[in-house]
């Protein structure tokens, strides 16, 4: 006689999960591939009748399609867990693409952006209360503020949140106003980087440092140049290293106050709030500096990383609803933007310095 296999409730719930991620994986596929056929067709078509045209990478055109699609029809709730998937996909991409450094060129370049990050760091964080004060913010809507854009945006904050207690509605007011000015650097860093006539490497390193997500510093990077988008990804890497650091401070300060949860080891904390991607990404550049892969190996790993910012890039769009970020108040905004303006100004200044005595 034949028994009835039993499921049980674990094994149950993660098949409901997984298959509930299939239509929103196949959506940020479909969007991914749809701007990578239209950067394949406007290049073939400028190619065969010899016309003129940009080559704008599919990285554009996927995030407008995700935009239209997000602001005018908008994503279905059955849609939303797999478009979610899309900061996954980020991190395993980025965590791939350490097989195209070598460990020395990242060595190199972090050392130089770690310098650089710290000096706009300092001036972010100091800039950013200053704006928070003189609109009249709330001191915790103004450190997340402050946080996240100093570090790595929506990542910063939602780590600090809790490890400051903010209130919800503080913590929606950043990520909006954050989001917002993310969508704007896709298509203002590539025209001024174009119209200062910077090279992928300067360019790359600007990205990484000013650009607060990181998934717009990576399509930031990548809509300039290829070599320009694997520069933006390593310096925002570098970045994201010290959100643990960051955070902790933070927190200190506003147990120190009264307005906090007191933090006990604080060793743990800086392990849970640290990003393990980049930990991914320094041993997949490890293993390729110490020929542990072949070329055939190392050519599907950057192929991989391709595909996972296919996914991701598409999701960025997908997820930037519009409406919702401009009703969140013009304040936030204001000093967001303000500060902003001021660091990518910052960071440019100091990307010439370097550029010019470090010869990046």
């Known amino acids: 006689m034949a028994t009835a296999a039993i499921r049980s409730p674990k094994a149950a719930s993660f098949g409901h999960r997984t298959i509930a991620l299939i239509p929103g994986l196949l959506l940020l596929a479909a969007v991914g591939y749809a701007g990578k056929f239209i950067e394949q067709s406007i290049n073939a078509y400028a190619k065969a009748h010899h016309t003129p045209f940009p080559d704008i990478e599919f990285v554009l055109w996927a995030i407008v399609i995700g935009l239209i699609i997000a602001n005018t029809i908008g994503i279905p709730r059955i849609f939303a867990p797999g478009v979610a998937t899309y900061e996954f996909w980020l991190k395993a991409g980025i965590v791939l693409l350490g097989s195209r450094f070598l460990l020395g060129d990242v060595l190199h370049l972090g050392g130089i952006s770690l310098l650089l990050v710290a000096?706009?760091?300092?001036?972010?964080l100091a800039f950013m209360h200053l704006l928070g004060r003189a609109f009249k913010l709330k001191p915790k809507l103004t450190s997340l503020l402050a946080i996240g854009s100093a570090i790595c945006g929506v990542s910063a904050i939602i780590a600090a949140k809790p490890s400051i207690d903010a209130d919800d509605e503080d913590a929606s007011y950043a990520i909006a106003a954050i989001l917002a000015l993310g969508a704007i650097s896709l298509f203002t860093f590539p025209?001024?980087?174009?119209?200062?006539?910077?090279?992928?490497?300067?360019?790359?390193?600007?990205?990484g440092l000013a650009v607060d997500n990181t998934a717009e510093a990576t399509?930031?990077?990548?809509?300039?140049?290829?070599?320009?988008?694997k520069v933006a990804v390593l310096a925002k890497t570098t970045r994201n290293a010290l959100i643990g650091f960051i955070v902790l401070a933070y927190a200190i300060y506003w147990s120190s106050r009264g307005q906090a949860q007191v933090i006990g080891n604080k060793a743990a904390f800086l392990w849970n709030k640290f990003p393990?991607?980049?930990?991914?990404?320094?041993?997949?550049?490890?293993l390729a500096t110490v020929g542990f892969f072949a070329k055939p190996q190392l050519a599907s790993l950057a192929n991989l990383s391709r595909w996972a910012f296919l996914l991701t890039f598409a999701g960025v769009g997908l997820r930037t609803n519009l409406r919702e970020l401009g009703a969140q108040g013009w304040r936030p905004f204001a000093v967001g933007a303000i500060g902003e303006a001021f660091i990518a100004l910052l960071t440019l200044g100091l990307v010439f310095g370097a550029d010019h005595y470090l010869k990046l």
């Open 119 to 124: 000096i706009a760091l300092s001036l972010s």
């Open 219 to 229: 399509a930031a990077g990548a809509l300039y140049s290829d070599a320009a988008g």
């Open 276 to 286: 393990k991607f980049v930990l991914g990404f320094l041993l997949i550049s490890l």
């Open 191 to 207: 025209l001024i980087g174009h119209a200062l006539h910077l090279s992928d490497k300067a360019y790359g390193l600007w990205a």
